[in-house]
């Protein structure tokens, strides 16, 4: 069996091992600071420490510590650099992006974690751009490994943009996202297998879908989608406000098959498996091969993807280790684990920072090494001095009890154990989490334990009463994770702090909960500084601004805004698209948790999509203390503000130096009746406009309150900077020094500008994200 123990003892080799490799290999691949390649410094450091061990040696000194590890590390790192490149180091111009599908490109296709998004190996030299674009089918999209025909299209969006980097731009694998309709592209191989490890795998999948077809054929389509995640990895079917709920929920790795899915299959074959022993003991000898074929049937048939492999392994090797002179090995669990990982690091190095890789590896060191400790402090032995002289029903109930509080406190410490392990690459990865996550998983392991036994049971044996079980465990899942989703704080902003940081504090938590080996006095000093180091984390870094700053982000065809100033944590004027996604996830949320926002103020120009889509996840995640303008239909309970008809609605500011308006020159929902927001800051004017071109313009430059004579230090050309009639009118009354357009094109405008000689930038010009600052 795996052992429970997490003390370090003396040797450990494999452990050190897997450490070198994985030092090596992110230092070859770029994902450690200082640089990648041969002249970083990772590389630097290891020549170094193998230059001082030989000059030790050549003296005539042992330095006491063994060396291998670094000619390990060293010979990873240099094997990582030549077969797994860091792509982040070749920048792309925006100009080569937009021209990555002009023309067919054939290459392999290789699926990501939904299952309608993949990218292309281009197997040609001229196309190695397209391997760096996310690629999302409309309809089925194709198989693992398929050689594919892309067609070409225009349609390429890249990531949207803002001071802050936000996951995807610091990752740095993918440049943006192209969709790809059912009719640009076409299997440019027949689908014939042809080796047998090609027929092995066309056999599974063929066996898949039949499972999956007969679970549409028995269910409904929701129940029927959801067995089909939980039972075969097939997550075509699910809803994406399903897929929403559970990925803001922090649950989403109930949907995707891992090590708690094989490891509840695994637990319902052992049991079945010793049912048939126990009646016939001559089969006994063929218990462990026949578990062995069995979990490997399994694995093939729900796809076969890494983390089931691993978790085949693993499980397979805990109940059934091997024997060495008739005895059971007691499989070390921390040397197993890194022993995986060494062969992750020598096989793969590319993939080590994956968050799916990472996510499941920590987890799984978590609970290695959290889960002991924590189920020790959460469930305190219990007396049963006293048991005896109760009544034969209340002991039992006391029994019961104490046997519900010791599953409950254990449940509750595997998730803490996996959850902090895992909150670094969730920080850094994602920047947000739901800590009701930690509550959530326990209570859902019964439902998706009775879903796959139901499920598994109606497969195999074609009964509906197991189905109709499994149906509703499914349904019970799907609302016990939709009611949490509306909990608040689901999600949660993480402050953005270095990873190095989230990494050093959970290690401390870790040691101080595990280092049985360490001396009292040291476990203490340890766990006092992992709580200070949290102190650290979660304390503001961020002073106030010193005047007012204006951000714009780049978001295609839409519109964001961001402003603050002394007395204004932070002012969001529009958030939306047409043509991007992920603004809040990529550009908005990372740069309201770099200035360590709580609440800001909301203010909505009108609500179409390309000024209002973003809006929904902003107020989820962070609530505004205030929401001016219009109502985007989905906005959450609370304070409004806003104008029935034409007018200005005067806001008062934090500070004698801040005045807001808000200006509406028509009534309607359109675009004439959309909203300008005037900022006025010690004696400057700053005007955000929405889409009115018409009569809601004209009814705004009528205001007297915009002619009275303040200098326009900057404004925002309205409608994304189309031509208007009123272009003129608008430039002559507010005179401003320079204008900006939200617009992923060059803006129609641009000519009467250049000839005005009056300054202009817009989002989408690729050379940086627009941002101005006035001192006071």
Do not use: K
């Not at 450490?19 to 600071?33: E, H, M, N």
């Not at 925006?94 to 054939?106: M, Y």
């Not at 299209?153 to 996951?167: L, T």
């Not at 927001?677 to 889409?691: A, C, T």
């Amino acid at each position: 069996m795996l052992s429970s123990s997490v003390t370090l003892p003396a040797r450990r080799p494999v452990l050190v091992a897997a450490l070198a490799l994985v030092a090596g290999a992110l230092a070859g691949t770029g994902a450690l600071p200082g640089g990648s390649g041969p002249g970083g410094l990772p590389y630097a450091l290891l020549v170094g420490g193998l230059l001082a061990a030989a000059l030790l040696r050549a003296c005539g000194r042992r330095l006491g510590l063994p060396v291998w590890p670094l000619w390990l590390a060293l010979g990873a790192g240099l094997r990582a650099a030549v077969v797994a490149p860091n792509p982040a180091r070749n920048p792309i111009p925006s100009a080569a992006l937009a021209r990555a599908r002009d023309a067919p490109v054939l290459g392999r296709f290789h699926p990501l974690g939904a299952p309608e998004r993949g990218w292309l190996e281009p197997l040609g030299d001229g196309a190695a751009i397209l391997s760096r674009l996310e690629l999302e089918f409309a309809g089925p999209p194709p198989r693992a490994g398929e050689l594919v025909l892309l067609l070409p299209s225009s349609e390429i969006q890249p990531w949207p943009r803002g001071p802050v980097a936000g996951p995807r731009a610091r990752d740095g694998r993918w440049l943006g996202r192209s969709f790809v309709r059912a009719d640009e592209w076409v299997r440019a191989a027949p689908r014939e297998p042809g080796n047998l490890s090609a027929r092995i795998a066309a056999g599974a999948r063929a066996l898949r879908e039949r499972a999956l077809a007969r679970l549409h054929a028995a269910l409904d389509g929701r129940s029927a989608a959801m067995l089909g995640a939980l039972l075969l990895g097939e997550r075509e079917g699910l809803s994406p406000e399903l897929r929403t709920a559970f990925r803001e929920t922090a649950s989403l790795h109930l949907l995707a098959i891992s090590g708690l899915h094989v490891g509840l299959v695994a637990l319902f074959l052992r049991r079945i498996l010793d049912a048939i022993v126990s009646r016939w003991a001559g089969l006994r000898p063929a218990l462990a091969p026949l578990f062995a074929v069995l979990l490997a049937v399994h694995a093939l048939v729900v796809g076969a993807e890494p983390p089931v492999v691993r978790a085949s392994i693993a499980i397979g090797w805990a109940l059934f280790p091997p024997r060495r002179g008739g005895l059971s090995a007691r499989a070390d669990g921390l040397s197993l684990w890194a022993l995986a990982l060494a062969c992750e690091a020598a096989c793969a190095p590319g993939e080590l920072t994956r968050p799916a890789l990472l996510l499941s590896y920590g987890a799984t060191l978590g609970l290695l090494l959290g889960y002991g400790p924590l189920r020790r402090s959460l469930c305190p032995a219990h007396t049963t001095a006293r048991l005896p002289a109760l009544g034969p029903w209340r002991r039992a109930a006391r029994s019961l009890g104490a046997a519900c509080s010791r599953g409950a406190g254990a449940a509750l410490a595997a998730s803490f154990a996996a959850v902090g392990a895992t909150l670094p690459c969730v920080a850094g990865t994602f920047g947000e989490w739901s800590p009701w996550g930690i509550v959530l998983s326990p209570l859902a392991v019964p439902l998706l334990a009775t879903a796959l036994a139901g499920g598994w049971a109606f497969l195999l044996t074609d009964l509906s009463a197991p189905a109709e079980f499994a149906a509703a465990s499914v349904t019970a899942l799907a609302r016990l994770v939709e009611a949490a989703a509306h909990l608040p704080a689901t999600p949660a902003l993480l402050p953005m702090r270095p990873t190095a940081l989230w990494l050093v504090t959970v290690a401390c938590a870790f040691v101080a909960l595990a280092g049985r080996d360490l001396a009292p006095r040291l476990r203490r000093r340890v766990g006092r500084l992992a709580a200070l180091l949290a102190a650290v984390l979660l304390l503001p870094w961020r002073a106030a601004p010193a005047g007012l700053e204006l951000v714009a982000l780049d978001v295609g065809h839409g519109s964001s805004f961001v402003l603050r100033a002394p007395g204004l944590p932070a002012l969001v004027f529009d958030a939306g698209s047409r043509d991007r996604t992920r603004i809040f996830q990529q550009a908005l949320g990372p740069l309201l948790a770099s200035w360590e926002v709580p609440r800001p103020l909301v203010v909505l120009s009108h609500d179409h999509a390309d000024h209002a889509s973003e809006l929904v996840r902003l107020a989820e995640r962070l609530p505004p203390r205030a929401w001016v303008g219009a109502d985007s239909g989905r906005r959450p309970p609370g304070r409004r503000l806003d104008l029935d008809g034409a007018g200005v609605l005067r806001l008062s500011g934090a500070t004698s130096d801040l005045a807001l308006r808000l200006h509406r020159g028509a009534e309607g929902d359109g675009n004439e009746g959309s909203r300008t927001l005037e900022v006025l800051w010690r004696g400057q004017r700053i005007v955000l406009s929405g889409d009115a071109e018409g009569s809601g313009l004209r009814g705004i430059l009528a205001r007297p309150e915009l002619r009275d004579g303040r200098p326009c230090r900057l404004a925002l050309a309205p409608h994304h900077g189309s031509e208007t009639p009123l272009l003129g009118a608008w430039l002559d009354t507010l005179g401003p020094r320079e204008v900006w357009v939200s617009s992923a094109r060059p803006p129609p405008i641009a000519r009467e500008l250049t000839r005005r000689a009056i300054p202009w930038s817009w989002t989408g010009a690729g050379d940086g994200v627009l941002a101005l600052e006035l001192r006071p």
